[in-house]
């Protein structure tokens, strides 16, 4: 059982689409992270989510984390190749472990 | 080091082989992780260690696979009798638990059994 599911797995899209990808958990995060890994790079931080009802932007990504703490999302807006990659939220769970997702793998397509 | 480095980068083994890969965390970080991601998939975790805490073996795959960090430094993952279902890349991560926690990623090590 994963602590943190990740939807959809895979997504295809054509340049200049939005998309939305969701992060969910029965179990409630102090705070969640959002990390894409780039084809032959390890994951990189995007952007940390602490306080319920957050929403954060960078640039044409928007994050937001769920009221209760247990799910979150990240919107891209106009998606172009550069976006493409594997989106992982991760977060500390109870014990101070650290779990990811099983991530969402984006295909932007020219 | 001001990041986390693995090494070797790529590594090509004969099947039965044994196998060692290593990670330099981020100085002072008292955390490390390892994962196996296999091609296309996503981050299957292996092992954590904390501090001078008992690690979580609890996502190794099988008794051929063990793990052993030095203090809060230099981590090692071994691989004994290599099968070919253990080719994948394996990530190391180390982080500082704290207000600010992120945690930093190696490039990984790609693993290709023959």
């Known amino acids: 059982t994963q602590l943190l599911e990740q939807s959809p797995q895979f997504l295809s899209i054509q340049e200049g689409e939005n998309l939305t990808v969701y992060c969910n958990s029965s179990s409630v995060f102090s705070s969640l992270q959002w990390y894409r890994q780039e084809p032959g790079e390890g994951p990189v931080l995007l952007v940390t989510?602490?306080?319920?009802?957050e929403v954060k932007k960078l640039k044409r990504l928007t994050f937001q984390f769920g009221d209760a703490r247990k799910d979150s999302s990240l919107h891209i807006t106009a998606a172009q190749p550069g976006d493409t990659g594997l989106y992982l939220c991760?977060?500390?769970?109870?014990?101070?472990?650290?779990?990811f997702g099983p991530g969402t793998r984006l295909s932007v397509l020219p | 080091g001001a990041g986390v480095s693995q090494s070797p980068s790529n590594k090509v083994t004969e099947k039965g082989k044994d196998v060692e890969l290593r990670c330099d965390p981020i100085?002072?970080?008292?955390?490390l992780y390892w994962y196996r991601q296999r091609l296309g998939q996503g981050l299957e975790f292996l092992i954590y260690?904390?501090?001078?805490?008992?690690?979580?073996k609890s996502g190794l795959p099988s008794d051929r696979f063990s793990a052993e960090r030095t203090g809060e430094s230099v981590s090692t993952l071994t691989i004994q009798r290599t099968q070919q279902e253990d080719s994948a890349v394996y990530l190391c991560?180390?982080?500082?638990?704290?207000?600010?926690?992120?945690?930093?990623f190696g490039q990984g090590t790609r693993l290709t059994v023959v």
């Open positions: 991560a180390s982080l500082l638990w704290g207000g600010n926690t992120e945690a930093f």
């Open positions: 100085s002072g970080h008292t955390a």
């Open positions: 260690f904390q501090g001078n805490s008992a690690p979580d």
């Open positions: 989510v602490v306080t319920g009802g």
């Open positions: 991760a977060g500390p769970n109870y014990g101070q472990n650290f779990v």
